[in-house]
């Protein structure tokens, strides 16, 4: 062996030390969520954004654990304390709130930043909206808050309706939260409101089969991780029995009807945007909630028309995306 391929060996060898410590020196951000990666890709393409906007990518900087617990709320310790095994320097939970109090009830230590469609201070997550206090904040998208809304607009869209079924999750968001907004705002739009509760896909179709017999004029799915999972079950049985349904915007895009609410994407995209300023040494308790200021109010014209419904044109103009 020369001089020369003994230097250039040694050389590598001595490098090899340097390349696994900074592979074991890449912060991981720990990924917490309550449901599926089925349908997440353009929400987790948002996060990545906001991550890259500020200097992160996955992969090359930054790795990525991605826990989900598919719909099994009882998983959601195990998985938050594999995160806190794994020495992540941050988890970010989403899918409702139950991930966010996984992870707290597992590390007072590692940061969390969570998205939420409830008051995160009414939860008790955070001690306030300004100053979170604790190891965690987020970003509020406001969901429950747009009962009004949402009713408002269904009675815009199906004119001739007075009897609305609410569809909720027993198990998932606060309930009494929930119906207590629904039932605030039914008076104001001359609406009844029948609650009919669905934790499974199996009682998702009793909700339908209810609905149909009472003969509800339309159908007013709540805000809730499971619902979205159950998207195309909802969206089928809403045209199969030719019930107007207003829900998610992943239940519009699916078949449903309309759905009008903050802009999931741009939600995800500042969670990135957070995870990388506490990667940068920024501390929880003193970054502020983030509230949602992006709304859409997505319609399905192709769904109206097998509805037989004709979308007055005020609505059309107010739409921010008609599909087709």
């Known amino acids: 062996m020369n001089r020369r391929t003994f230097i250039t060996l040694l050389g590598g060898a001595a490098a090899w030390p340097l390349a696994a410590r900074a592979q074991q020196a890449m912060p ?12 997440s890709a353009d929400r987790l393409r948002a996060l990545r954004q906001g991550l890259k906007d500020t200097g992160y990518v996955e ?14 709320m009882d998983r959601l310790p195990a998985l938050a304390a594999e995160l806190v095994r794994r020495q992540v320097a941050v988890i970010a939970t ?28 009414g939860l008790g997550l ?26 408002g607009l269904l009675r815009e869209l199906v004119a001739a309706a007075t009897r609305v079924a609410v569809l909720v999750n027993p198990t998932g968001s606060p ?29 998702i179709d009793a909700a339908f089969a209810t609905l149909v017999r ?8 709540t805000p809730d991780p499971f ?13 199969r029995h030719g019930v107007p349904t207003v829900g998610s915007r992943d239940i519009a895009e699916a078949g449903g ?8 994407n741009d939600a995800y995209r500042q969670l990135g945007v957070y995870t990388s300023r506490i990667l940068k040494g920024a501390k929880p308790a003193e970054l502020p909630v983030v509230q949602s200021t992006k709304f859409e109010l997505v319609i399905n014209a192709q769904t109206a028309r097998t509805l037989g419904l004709d979308v007055p044109p005020t609505l059309l103009a107010r739409a921010d995306e008609v599909i087709e």
Do not use: C, H
Request: charge should be negative; charged fraction near 15%.
């Open 28 to 39: 991981v951000i720990g990924f917490l969520d309550s449901t599926s990666p089925d349908g």
């Open 59 to 72: 992969g090359e900087n930054v790795a990525i654990e991605y826990r989900w617990a598919e719909n099994q």
């Open 94 to 121: 989403t899918g409702g709130p139950a991930p966010a109090f996984a992870a707290k009830a597992v590390t007072t230590t590692i940061p969390i930043v969570f998205v939420v469609g409830e008051d995160p201070v």
């Open 126 to 151: 955070v001690a306030s909206l300004a100053r979170p206090g604790g190891n965690a904040t987020g970003i509020n998208f406001f969901s429950g808050e747009l009962a009004a809304k949402r009713l």
């Open 175 to 203: 309930m009494q939260t929930t119906l207590r907004d629904v039932e605030a705002a039914a008076p104001a739009t001359g609406l009844q409101v029948q609650v009919l509760k669905a934790s499974t896909g199996r009682e």
């Open 214 to 221: 009472d003969k509800a004029d339309a159908l007013l799915v």
């Open 227 to 239: 619902f979205t999972s159950r998207r195309v079950q909802l969206a089928n049985l809403a045209i």
């Open 257 to 264: 009807l309309m759905s009008y609410g903050a802009n999931l």
